[in-house]
């Protein structure tokens, strides 16, 4: 089955660091996502992107975070000054369809911020 | 907005048993898709079963099953002769579309333990 690919599988920062977690999504999807996971707690929906821009944004996607596809093969999330509460499991997903079609997560990338 | 609530946070069921994941949602959406995701210690998430809310017939992969109740908007999981390696963090989420994407929302989670 295609894999969403996720590097690296864990960054160590220091506070107000920038830092910048990659995706290569599944070839021919359309739909990309980023979602968070405080340990411990719910999945949160970060972002959506689809066209080349921003969807749909949650609040926690505030003026600190970006996104975005470079190369036509990588999704970017980046992290402008990073917090110590921006530890988290950060995961990447895509899909092929708007609605109903499954959710391709990657492994995720745990960051902690020191 | 659309709401999912799971208010069990941990179950534990003997190997080879049954047990039932309770979940509840809300939404205002006609349109809508209801899925559990396992998240094993390795906190990949793995996504279970789908179903769509427009269908009544209950979704089922294997030894797993669903019981939809949309009026209750009402969405458990049943795994059945349950095995070590079901051993996992469920989530149960619903999807609705948002302007060109859709979005999930997640429950807290459950952790299910199964006892050899």
């Known amino acids: 089955e295609p894999e969403v690919t996720q590097t690296p599988s864990h960054q160590v920062t220091q506070m107000g660091q920038e830092v910048i977690l990659r995706c290569v999504p599944i070839?021919?999807?359309?739909?990309f996502y980023w979602y968070r996971q405080i340990l411990g707690q719910k999945v949160e929906f970060l972002v959506s992107?689809?066209?080349?821009?921003?969807?749909?944004k949650s609040e926690i996607f505030d003026d600190q975070f970006s996104v975005e596809r470079p190369d036509g093969s990588n999704f970017t999330l980046k992290i402008r000054s990073t917090k110590l509460e921006d530890s988290a499991m950060y995961f990447c997903?895509?899909?092929?369809?708007?609605?109903?079609?499954?959710?391709?997560f990657g492994s995720g990338t745990q960051l902690s911020v020191l | 907005a659309q709401t999912v609530t799971q208010s069990q946070p941990e179950m534990s069921v003997q190997e080879a048993e049954t047990v039932t994941l309770s979940c509840t949602y809300d939404?205002?959406?006609?349109?809508?898709?209801l899925f559990w995701y396992k998240q094993p210690p390795s906190r990949q998430m793995i996504l279970v079963i789908r179903?769509?809310?427009?269908?009544?017939q209950n979704a089922t992969e294997n030894r797993f099953s669903v019981n939809f109740q949309k009026a209750a908007k009402s969405f458990s999981l049943k795994i059945s002769d349950s095995q070590l390696g079901d051993t996992a963090m469920y989530f149960c989420?619903?999807?609705?579309?948002?302007?060109?994407?859709?979005?999930?929302?997640f429950g807290k989670g459950i952790t299910l333990s199964v006892r050899p």
């Open positions: 992107f689809y066209n080349n821009e921003i969807s749909e």
């Open positions: 070839s021919n999807h359309l739909y």
């Open positions: 989420a619903s999807s609705t579309r948002t302007g060109a994407n859709s979005k999930l929302t």
């Open positions: 997903a895509s899909s092929n369809r708007v609605l109903g079609e499954k959710l391709f």
């Open positions: 179903q769509e809310a427009y269908k009544q």
């Open positions: 939404t205002s959406e006609n349109n809508y898709y």
